[in-house]
């Protein structure tokens, strides 16, 4: 079995297009991400600002700005400048601070500008109630109020991960389904149409031995795809990993094991290699959508979530994030590892009834 | 007194609306070449398969080197080897890895280079199976199925789809597996290849064994032995009349004046090409019949490509 599986991971390594798609594509998905939603800005966009004023409130309301993290600041010498930025969509928002805001004389001008269009409403409401909130408390200082009433925030005291991160582990998990499922059965269907599987059943190897050399040829590959991409993610762009590397191996491994399972499933139910990419294809595709790769199951709405929460790819996911990102154990969430191991239970047993070296 | 290395007896499969094979029994004998011969469909291979273990017959008993296949199939499977109808290898590993993995199968080391040179192949040790011909690859899966130095070799229809030269080349593979001394039981639909292989053939026909012996007893138990095929345009009417009362005349393929003739005994036939003789043929063959009218004879039918 050991000769077998050394031969299956050649197969495996010389396979230059399948071997592409598994390896690399999703490292392309890793850079495209990691691009756009990485580094600094928190997914708002790029803020102009054109601060004309040398007043004290001014500088500290730009580095207050600065400070939130939630734009990447840009700094512009003339508001129609920034204007034009933000109307060809290079900038989401512009900012303008008139020269001498902030100085008390009162011929001096007391408002600042904001400036973009309908399509950046969300970056131009939030700078919007950002500079309010901020002036607001100026002008109390100014009058020297005291606020009455006020709100008192408190931050989980989890650890921290962005939208980066968060898609991050998606991406794996997009990576095991994708290589497992539509690898074996692809894989699986072409031996069986090239009768290599029935070939196989005249010799003595046991199909055990010849299912157990595939499997763990591909477990291998697995291992280098997550590595791959977490390398990738961590190194390229500052991914935070924050709970145990091993428990993701091993969570990693356990779906790559299911996803494998279902790629037998598949094999078993096709008649040709065409039906299987085919069949193969309308799985992963909607599961790689709707299982929480690129966004959280429950921005769905409700009724579509309490469904696609059950498909195989979605509790996985929520136990690699549970570990990865929050630190948790594996045994955190019982209920979605259960799923998981259900949804192996069931497709081995499937696999085991229907999945055959050759037909009868 | 052979050894059989074989023993089929009364071996049935059926599918759900079909009797593939229905009743068969037969023996192959120890070091020679045994034919089962018919048309696509016949069961030919249905019935190979289930003595290679690879369909569980529906019933009927297999003895496969004097060992029942129900219960030993894993020592039966050490000692055979087969080549499958059209099937292919890995893609991705060369044809000398391919030989080392299935001869790993058995827990053998296998000499690759020495099998390919048997079929000329070593220059293509390390390419892909992707890389070589019809008849190469034809070649190869018949030597994948001597990895284990088998004693018996199955070759399903080892030479369809090949061009005549390629047949031939695997005609001369197969007498070369013969002379080792090995046990060869093969299908085929060319009659001449059966007739210049086989040491026995089996006609199939529907499921059943139709008629089984050696392939030269098969041909002389035809009806009507002799064959004459002339080429007469001189020929007058009367002296076809007294051809017809002597055997079986027809008019070949339609060709004016060109007749083929079937004949059931010497005598008959020494008369025929003297009466013949007189209209001076410009074209004259006397021949033996061949298995392909055997098979006419016993199916009332060719077997169509």
Redesign the interface.
């Known amino acids: 079995m050991y000769?077998?599986f050394l031969?299956d991971l050649?197969?495996l390594i010389?396979?230059k297009q399948a071997l592409f798609w598994s390896l690399f594509f999703p490292l392309i998905f890793t850079f495209v991400f990691g691009s756009f939603f990485a580094k600094g800005d928190g997914g708002s966009g790029t803020l102009s600002i054109v601060n004309k004023s040398n007043t004290e409130i001014a500088k500290n309301f730009e580095s207050s700005l600065k400070d939130t993290g939630i734009f990447k600041v840009q700094n512009d010498d003339s508001f129609d400048k920034a204007k034009e930025l933000v109307d060809k969509d290079k900038v989401s928002v512009a900012v303008y601070i008139p020269e001498k805001f902030g100085s008390l004389e009162p011929g001096d001008p007391k408002k600042i500008k904001i400036y973009y269009v309908p399509t950046n409403r969300q970056a131009g409401s939030i700078i919007e109630s950002f500079s309010n909130t901020y002036l607001t408390s100026v002008n109390m200082q100014v009058q020297k109020a005291l606020p009455i009433f006020s709100v008192e925030k408190e931050e989980g005291n989890k650890p921290k991960f962005n939208y980066f991160d968060f898609i991050l582990i998606g991406l794996i998990g997009m990576a095991l389904m994708n290589s497992s499922v539509q690898g074996v059965a692809i894989a699986m269907s072409?031996y069986k149409e090239?009768?290599?599987l029935?070939?196989?059943?005249?010799?003595?190897?046991k199909s055990w031995q010849f299912i157990g050399a595939e499997v763990f040829s591909r477990l291998v590959l697995n291992f280098v795809q997550v590595s791959l991409i977490l390398l990738v993610g961590v190194y390229a762009y500052d991914a935070h990993i924050n709970g145990s590397i091993f428990l993701v191996y091993i969570l990693s491994l356990i779906g790559a094991i299911l996803f494998q399972s279902m790629g037998f499933v598949i094999a078993a139910f096709s008649k040709t290699t065409d039906a299987a990419e085919g069949m193969s294809t309308a799985i992963t595709i909607p599961m790689m959508f709707l299982a929480g790769v690129f966004f959280p199951i429950d921005s769905l709405p409700k009724w579509l979530s309490s469904i696609v929460q059950y498909l195989p790819l979605a509790p996985l996911l929520k136990n690699l994030r549970g570990v990865a990102l929050e630190k948790n154990s594996v045994f955190d969430n019982p209920y979605n590892m259960g799923l998981v191991l259900v949804w192996i239970v069931i497709m081995l047993l499937i696999a085991a009834k229907r999945f055959r070296l050759?037909?009868? | 007194m052979m050894d059989t290395v074989i023993s089929v007896k009364n071996l049935v499969k059926e599918y759900k609306d079909l009797r593939a094979v229905n009743n068969v029994s037969f023996e192959v004998l120890k070091g020679e070449i045994f034919g089962l011969l018919g048309e696509n469909g016949a069961g030919k291979t249905t019935t190979l398969e289930m003595i290679?273990?690879?369909?569980?017959p529906t019933s009927g008993t297999i003895k496969v080197l004097g060992l029942e296949i129900k219960k030993e199939m894993?020592k039966i499977?050490?000692k055979?080897g087969?080549q499958?109808?059209?099937?292919?290898?890995?893609?991705?590993?060369s044809l000398k890895?391919i030989l080392e993995?299935?001869g790993?199968?058995?827990g053998k080391e296998v000499d690759a280079l020495k099998l390919l040179e048997m079929v000329d192949l070593s220059y293509k040790a390390n390419s892909y199976v992707g890389k070589l011909s019809g008849g190469q690859k034809q070649r190869f899966s018949i030597i994948a199925s001597l990895v284990?130095d088998p004693e018996i070799v199955f070759l399903d229809e080892p030479t369809t789809g090949l061009d005549p030269l390629a047949r031939r080349n695997l005609w001369e593979l197969i007498a070369k597996i013969k002379d080792q001394g090995k046990t060869i039981i093969l299908t085929t639909h060319y009659l001449e290849e059966a007739e210049v292989l086989c040491d026995r053939v089996a006609i199939m026909e529907k499921g059943e064994i139709l008629k089984i012996d050696e392939t030269h007893k098969l041909i002389e138990s035809s009806k009507e032995p002799y064959k004459i095929s002339f080429y007469a345009p001189k020929i007058k009417e009367n002296a076809l009349k007294q051809l017809e009362n002597m055997g079986r005349l027809s008019n070949l393929g339609g060709k004016t004046n060109h007749f083929e003739m079937r004949l059931k005994t010497q005598t008959l036939l020494n008369i025929a090409i003297s009466i013949i003789h007189e209209y001076k043929p410009e074209s004259l063959t006397v021949g033996r019949s061949t298995l392909e009218d055997l098979f006419i004879e016993l199916t009332g039918k060719r077997i169509e490509e």
């Open positions: 000769k077998l031969a050649k197969m010389r396979n072409r090239d009768k290599i029935k070939r196989l059943t005249t010799t003595p190897v050759s037909e009868e | 290679e273990g690879i369909r569980k894993n499977k050490e055979i087969v499958l109808q059209s099937s292919a290898y890995y893609n991705y590993l890895e993995l299935f790993q199968f058995y284990n």
